[in-house]
């Protein structure tokens, strides 16, 4: 009798119809998945399964047999650190999941941001009806967009729509122009791109690369007035500069979804910085149901690729961090 | 030696670069243009103009000499009272300025709306640290927008970006489809289009015609947990209804830039309304330059065609109402 070949899913955002059609397909190719909603409930079948689909670190510690580790997330920072993925087990994220929802995110806050709505919505709140004078927008303003991977081209593609003068990318090689961004520059002549920025949207990973892209000279960069909103990491971006960047007014407002450390403390100094929006890192997660069918979705595809011993498609290198 | 020909404009808002180019035009055409930011400060010279640029209603009952009449907002009906503009004085509006700045609004409030970021502020306000778990999205999305002029075109181009499942419009002959709906249904069968709206945007003029044209009996045709966003005017929409439904949870979450009675008083029920969003009708108006400009551009526009006894681009029927 053939040995059952195991799946541990480690994914309450699951929904229960995606969890069936799931089961269903992976029975079909002779996997069994079992669903959990804590790493604690599915520690035990970890230790005996050969894929594990979720973000889970102690199953994956546990999980002696596994040859595949499928992360629902996009970010993979978390599992880079030496040891923590034992060599030769596959490892997939599900970049390409989130982009709909962070790229809503990202037009929300900017607009948010540009037509000064904190303070509308404060007075509002008072019921004291008092319009603002003065609201910036994103008609005819250049926007750079730092990452062109899919959260950067598909917030380039709806930002686009707002009729901005220029849309201008920036990543690691430079390339990556076409339908999304007017131009690219690699990150090595980011100085060229940031003078530009009236709006810098930031989409990038954790990686030792980015860490700190936006330093405190890089900041001094942007022109006056211009607004950042970072989407991707905490550590790329210099947070004290910042609030000092919106305390003096040489930036016209902020919004930061990731940060250093997450949660924030209570007695975190961002907080107090004014024109900064904050959000709990939760931009792009489970929380719409487009993402969570893609990331199914992508799983799905993947472990058809796997039980039929091909190259997998959402393949990521913890070396290089995506 | 000719008599000076006077333009009385009543425009605070407008930008000293704006001013010193249409002084300039103007004069260029043998006109002298008067700049004031009250109606008061301009009595005097309005008596005496032939044209008058601005919201001055006051001005206008004084113009004995007026042949032109120009509004510098999109809606007329405030000067549709029969007697308010003399007989024979040509009106013009600047429909077609405000398309962009009221887009962004509606993209804003929409995406606040689905992503319920109302209780993500709120907490976050309180330095308390939580997700939302579950939000909507404009993908995959039925939006219908009623009304598909200026306003109704850009707001639908704007949303396409974000992948909808469908945009349709509905107006007032049902013609208008083309790039921004794909398909329109006349105002007649606005019945055939409301149970699509998982998202209804209406940028409806305020006539006779579009008055409660959200009445408690189509309201009841929109989709279970729809979301209703209104730019146009306050008259178009039962507010009663309206909030009824989003108490009894039948509608998801709504946004008012326009109400009935303007500025809401501080003990209107609205206030009070659960999941419903209220800006003090500040979605278009001159808070943003590219508005200013294109407000200007129109004025000049028909100067110059006034000028040249050609017909004015911009001529309203307010007998019709827009």
């Known amino acids: 009798m053939e040995k059952r ?16 059609l799931l089961s269903g397909r992976a029975q079909e190719m002779g996997f069994e998945i079992r669903w959990f909603e804590t790493e604690e409930e599915a ?25 595949w580790f499928c992360i629902p997330f996009a970010g993979v920072d978390r599992f880079t650190a030496p040891g923590l993925v034992p060599e030769g ?16 995110h990202v037009v929300m806050v900017s607009l948010m941001l540009l037509r000064r709505e904190d303070r509308v919505f404060r007075r509002m709140e008072k019921r004291f009806w008092q319009k603002e004078k003065s609201m910036d927008s994103l008609e005819g303003r250049s926007i750079v967009v730092a990452g062109t991977g899919d959260l950067g081209r598909t917030c380039a593609g709806r930002l686009r729509a707002f009729g901005p003068r220029a849309v201008i990318g920036i990543s690691r ?17 980011a100085e060229k791109a ?11 990973p954790g990686t030792a690369e980015t860490e700190n892209f936006l330093s405190e000279e890089r900041m001094a960069l942007l022109p006056r007035g211009a607004y950042v909103v970072n989407v991707g990491r905490g550590r790329s971006l210099d947070e004290k500069a910042l609030a000092a ?3 003096d007014g040489r930036l016209a407002g902020a919004a930061l ?17 004014p024109n900064l929006l904050l959000t709990p ?14 990331c199914a979705h992508f799983f799905l595809e993947d472990l058809d690729n796997y039980a039929h011993q091909r190259n997998l498609r959402h393949l990521v290198s913890l070396e290089r961090g995506y």
Chains 1, 2 share one sequence.
């Not at 090689?173 to 002549?189: C, H, I, K, L, T």
């Open 257 to 273: 979804d990731v940060m250093r450390h997450e949660p924030l403390e209570a007695d975190d100094p961002l907080w107090e910085v």
């Open 5 to 20: 070949r195991w799946i541990a899913a480690v994914t309450p955002w699951m929904d229960a119809d995606l969890k069936e």
């Open 43 to 67: 520690l035990e079948t970890a230790a005996e399964c050969e894929v594990l689909y979720g973000m889970a670190p102690k199953c994956l510690a546990a999980a002696k047999r596994l040859r």
């Open 281 to 294: 890192h939760c931009a792009g997660d489970m929380t719409v149901r487009g993402t969570r069918e893609r």
């Open 89 to 104: 087990v596959l490892v997939t994220n599900s970049a390409g999941a989130y982009g709909p929802a962070i790229a809503e």
């Open 173 to 189: 090689s430079g390339r990556g122009a076409g339908q999304a961004f007017d131009r690219v520059y690699p990150v090595s002549e």
């Open 245 to 247: 960047r919106l305390r």
């Open 194 to 204: 940031l003078p530009e920025a009236e709006l810098l949207v930031m989409t990038l």
